[in-house]
């Protein structure tokens, strides 16, 4: 089974600071990781995905995670944020050769980015 | 840039009546996914569907829920006899591929209340 944890529920940053949204996972087989974004009255984005390749992922909008197999985590940061990054914010695990690809969420972390 | 879409955004319906929401996937991708997020909570895996079968369901997808790709281009859930506990953000998905690029392609949801 996999599963995936975020361990917060809610992030707030002042805008030009570091953020830093956590994630751990639990998975039987070699994990893929996505992180998603979702802003207010949208659909879920891709913001980049770890597939067993370079361990630091770089994604869209300045975005990037580190895959660290021995603490089971694929930490979100990003060096400074911006107003635009207020959003919900999912890590997702899906299990590269158990042959099941569906997504599973982790619960959400809001993003709230203070002026 | 292609995109699935989704119709309608927003659909209220009463309890016992039935619903189809309809979804369009990005037209080279052969795999269809459903997933639902009930407020407040994280976004669950309904169905996996591949060469007009489904390929794999969660406890949720029950004998109320069906889906069917009536043609070339549309993906449709159906719920039977809606209830209460319905009431959900509907996000269907699609991927190119199962193996390799794992990215599913997000739409911008619909909106089911229940009343």
């Known amino acids: 089974a996999q599963s995936v944890t975020q361990l917060d529920s809610h992030v707030s940053v002042s805008e030009g600071t570091p953020v830093l949204l956590r994630c751990n996972y639990s998975?039987?087989?070699?994990?893929?990781l996505f992180w998603y974004v979702q802003h207010p009255n949208k659909g879920l984005q891709l913001l980049l995905k770890y597939t067993s390749a370079a361990t630091l992922v770089k994604g869209i909008n300045g975005f990037e995670a580190e895959f660290k197999k021995s603490e089971t985590s694929f930490h979100l940061t990003k060096p400074s944020a911006h107003m635009s990054d207020a959003a919900e914010y999912f890590c997702?695990?899906?299990?590269?050769?158990?042959?099941?690809?569906?997504?599973?969420f982790g619960k959400g972390t809001k993003l709230s980015v203070i002026p | 840039e292609p995109e699935v879409t989704q119709t309608p955004s927003h659909q209220v319906t009463q309890m016992g009546q039935e619903v189809i929401l309809r979804c369009v996937p990005i037209?080279?991708?052969?795999?269809f996914y459903w997933y639902r997020q009930i407020l407040g909570q994280k976004v669950e895996f309904l169905v996996s569907?591949?060469?007009?079968?489904?390929?794999?369901k969660s406890e949720i997808f029950d004998d109320q829920f069906s889906v069917e790709r009536p043609d070339g281009s549309n993906f449709t859930l159906k719920i039977r006899s809606t209830k209460l506990e319905d009431s959900a953000m509907y996000f269907c998905a699609s991927s190119e591929r199962r193996t390799g690029n794992l990215e599913q392609y997000f739409g911008p949801g619909t909106r089911l209340t229940v009343t």
């Open positions: 997702v695990v899906t299990q590269y050769g158990a042959g099941s690809y569906q997504l599973t």
């Open positions: 998975s039987s087989y070699s994990p893929s």
């Open positions: 569907f591949y060469n007009n079968e489904i390929s794999e």
């Open positions: 037209s080279n991708h052969l795999y």
